[in-house]
């Protein structure tokens, strides 16, 4: 794997400070990186001091005053070219990503292709960030509205995918004339210094200035900065409910604009009339994989009590064959935690359940011995719970599946909204009316609603995000890209005449 982080120009020792393809030293104290695949030491990140974030924010102010001003197909020419080195890079990022976080390389490989589709989808916006015109009740004039870029975007991401999460917010406000500041998780440093080697070919090929694009490597106090920076109209944050109350309250005490991908407690609802075979492969991919570690991970299973011995017979039978292990070995279904922290937290998390009235019918467990060095190596698990236990309305970031039984479609849906998180839902049915229930105002109150489909992982086509205490946000496809641009209303009197608005009479 060291020719990997080779590719990306990373010895030693490394800053995670950069304004493009310059680099600062860092001064804000070192972040040792290891793999939780293996356990190996990996690198040195230095992370940013305070003056080094001013110095990065001076920067990408002045950067701003420029990237506004260029035409925003030729901002998309520059994206679709972060595409193509994208493209070039794919199978070295995507063995980076699952070595440093512990996802699956299908996964690691999966994830740079959703960059890819989402450098795609800005280029074709860029041609597309068009406004409504309207009829005005005045004679002679005209209004219409158009969208202009908001400045800095400041991007704080979490682990688990460590590089699509900031392409979504970046591609999408390059193209919108925004200028980037990227907090990546502290945890998957490496990951984002590559990607800002990769970006830095590209803009100096197209002489982009330093400041355009920027990383801040550290820890939360570095969040904070960008949360609490007046010159940051728009911090666009993912990760849990605790770190996005504290974002969204520091934003909106200053009155900017919070964009948050919060947490999930994401359920399937398995109706009588479901095809159990299908179910089966949606419920324990979404429970699975990337270890549970996934926003929207399948936490909850809601089944039909005509099939609930037989699908929990399945779901036994299914998690009997599961191989742990290596996630680069592509014969293995599910990798490591990303580090002893939530492999407590997963401990815990098991306790609770059974304290609180839960029965393990599949138990979990840490491994141990050839294979799992690094210590995150845990057992997949199953528990039939009660949808009100605390343990159960909380997230918690592991391969821990609950299940439990409903009767009626009503029963089911109120299950599956009755947790304190909205992101993703699904049910699975050949039943158009319990498919239609479950999609209406009344169904499923979730960002997401599925049909057929598990509640894991989503196309960059449509906005993504979800409600309630995953805190609101949308990013990705659809109109999402309005968030990361502000609206003005433009009224143009072409008539020799000055008339107002409601007809009110104002004579000198
Ligand atoms: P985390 O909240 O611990 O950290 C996420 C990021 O926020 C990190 O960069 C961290 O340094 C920073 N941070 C932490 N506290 C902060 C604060 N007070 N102010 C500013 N920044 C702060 O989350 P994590 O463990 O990295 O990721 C897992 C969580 O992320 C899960 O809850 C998961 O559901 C969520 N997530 C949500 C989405 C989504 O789109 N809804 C996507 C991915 C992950």
């Not at 304290?355 to 138990?363: K, P, T, Y």
Request: with cysteine; charged share 20%.
């Amino acid at each position: 794997m060291l020719d990997v982080l080779k590719t990306f120009h990373i010895g030693q020792q490394h800053s995670g400070v950069s304004t493009g393809k310059d680099w600062l030293p860092g001064s804000g104290g070192n972040i040792a990186t290891w793999s939780p695949v293996d356990g190996a030491s990996l690198t040195t990140v230095t992370a940013a001091s305070r003056e080094d974030y001013d110095q990065v924010m001076a920067k990408a102010q002045e950067a701003f005053l420029y990237w506004r001003t260029i035409p925003a197909p030729a901002r998309g020419e520059v994206v679709r070219q972060i595409g193509m080195a994208l493209r070039e890079h794919k199978d070295a990022l995507g063995k980076l990503v699952s070595y440093e976080m512990g996802k699956s390389l299908q996964e690691g490989w999966g994830e740079v292709q959703e960059m890819i589709d989402i450098c795609d989808f800005a280029v074709g916006l860029s041609r597309q960030l068009h406004g409504l015109t309207m009829h005005s009740e005045r004679p002679g004039h005209r209004m219409y509205e158009q969208w202009h870029p908001l400045g800095i975007t400041g991007i704080i991401s979490a682990f688990n995918f460590p590089v699509a999460v900031w392409s979504w917010n970046s591609m999408l406000a390059l193209v919108c004339g925004n200028v980037c500041v990227w907090k990546p998780s502290e945890k998957t440093p490496l990951t984002a210094i590559a990607c800002q080697h990769i970006i830095a070919g590209v803009f100096a090929a197209n002489n982009v200035p330093e400041g355009v694009s920027c990383l801040v490597t550290g820890g939360r106090e570095v969040g904070e900065w960008l949360a609490n920076d007046g010159r940051v109209p728009l911090v666009s944050a993912t990760g849990s409910t605790r770190m996005g109350k504290s974002v969204g309250a520091a934003v909106g005490a200053r009155l900017g604009r919070a964009l948050l991908e919060l947490g999930g407690n994401n359920a399937i609802i398995i109706s009588e009339h479901a095809d159990l075979d299908m179910s089966l492969i949606g419920a324990v991919f979404g429970a699975v994989g990337t270890a549970g570690q996934r926003c929207t991970s399948t936490r909850r299973l809601i089944i039909h009590e005509k099939v609930y011995d037989a699908f929990r017979d399945k779901l036994v039978k299914a998690y009997g064959q599961l191989r742990i292990g290596n996630p680069l070995d592509q014969n293995n279904h599910v990798g490591p935690l990303i580090d002893q922290d939530a492999v407590k937290a997963y401990l815990h998390s098991i306790e609770q359940v059974k304290a609180q009235g839960g029965r393990f019918i599949v138990e979990g467990g840490v491994l141990e011995g050839a294979g799992y060095e690094s210590g995150c190596y845990v057992k997949p698990c199953i528990a039939e719970v009660k949808n009100d236990y605390a343990i159960v309305q909380h997230e918690t970031f592991a391969p821990i599946l609950y299940i439990m039984k409903y009767s009626t479609t009503e029963e089911a849906i109120a299950l599956q909204n009755g947790v304190p998180q909205g992101l993703s839902s699904a049910i699975m049915t050949l039943n158009l009316r319990e498919a239609e229930q479950f999609l209406s105002a009344a169904g499923s109150d979730c960002g997401i609603a599925n049909v057929n489909i598990g509640t894991s992982g989503a196309e960059i086509g449509g906005a993504f995000g979800g409600e309630k205490e995953t805190g609101g946000g949308r990013e990705s496809g659809s109109d999402a890209w309005r968030a990361y641009m502000r609206r003005q209303t433009n009224t143009i009197n072409y008539s020799a005449k000055l008339p107002l608005a409601q007809g009110i009479k104002f004579d000198l």
